[in-house]
């Protein structure tokens, strides 16, 4: 059974800074990686999607990365705002079935 | 912690026919729960959002007579994908909140095939 940690739990940084949030799972044979981001009193809106052919994809200031071997996958978020602030989440999946882990919660201050 | 319980996680069924997937809360009370659907090699997407007691809403583009949601009690949503066709498999999946909180909890997913 797939499991996904997410490291850390909560993240509170300056503007400007960069930052890197962690993802780990524990079963490599994912068809695919998802990272979300989770706003109050919303559902979960997709940032990026990696293929599991795939080590890694960019959208403006976001990339993630991927690393099946190692079951890793980061989300590098660069020049951070006060309006990146939300919970972050990646969900693995696997045949059938897609596992999340249970965010972090990043709070950028002005 | 919490859990959510979705049932089935794999339907394969004739195209026309009706299928329902069964979201629970097992130890919380959702007073809202998400609807999401993923196509093969797309990201999810959120198809509706409903709060118990009242109608889904849903997103643009999610035909609401194709896909019946109802959340009449606090422990369990469904969704019916009505006259399913080839078009509609996918892969579906929930996601439930609880009162005052913030934080989803998420069911495993139901992977539909519409043959």
């Known amino acids: 059974k797939q499991e996904v940690t997410q490291i850390p739990a909560a993240l509170s940084v300056p503007e400007g800074e960069n930052l890197v949030l962690n993802c780990s799972f524990t079963?490599?044979?994912?068809?695919?990686l998802q990272w979300f981001r989770q706003d109050p009193g919303k559902g979960l809106t997709s940032l990026l999607l990696i293929q599991s052919s795939q080590r890694e994809q960019t959208s403006g200031r976001l990339n993630a990365s991927l690393d099946k071997s190692s079951g890793r996958s980061t989300l590098y978020i660069a020049a951070s705002q006060p309006g990146d602030s939300a919970t972050y989440l990646c969900a693995a999946h696997n045949n059938n079935d897609m596992r999340f882990g249970a965010g972090t919660r990043l709070t950028v201050k002005p | 912690g919490a859990v959510v319980s979705q049932h089935p996680s794999r339907v394969i069924c004739k195209s026309g026919t009706s299928v329902k997937i069964e979201c629970r809360s097992l130890?919380?009370?959702?007073?809202?729960m998400f609807w999401y659907r993923q196509f093969p090699k797309q990201s999810l997407m959120l198809m509706a959002t409903s709060n118990e007691g009242s109608k889904a809403t849903y997103e643009q583009g999610v035909e609401k007579d194709k896909f019946l949601i109802n959340h009449a009690s606090l422990t369990l949503s469904t969704l019916t994908v009505t006259s399913a066709h080839p078009e509609d498999s996918s892969f579906y999946i929930c996601?439930?909140?609880?009162?005052?909180?913030?934080?989803?909890?998420f069911g495993s997913g139901t992977q539909l095939s519409v043959l």
């Open positions: 130890d919380f009370q959702a007073t809202t």
């Open positions: 996601s439930a909140r609880g009162s005052g909180s913030e934080k989803l909890f």
């Open positions: 079963d490599s044979a994912i068809y695919n």
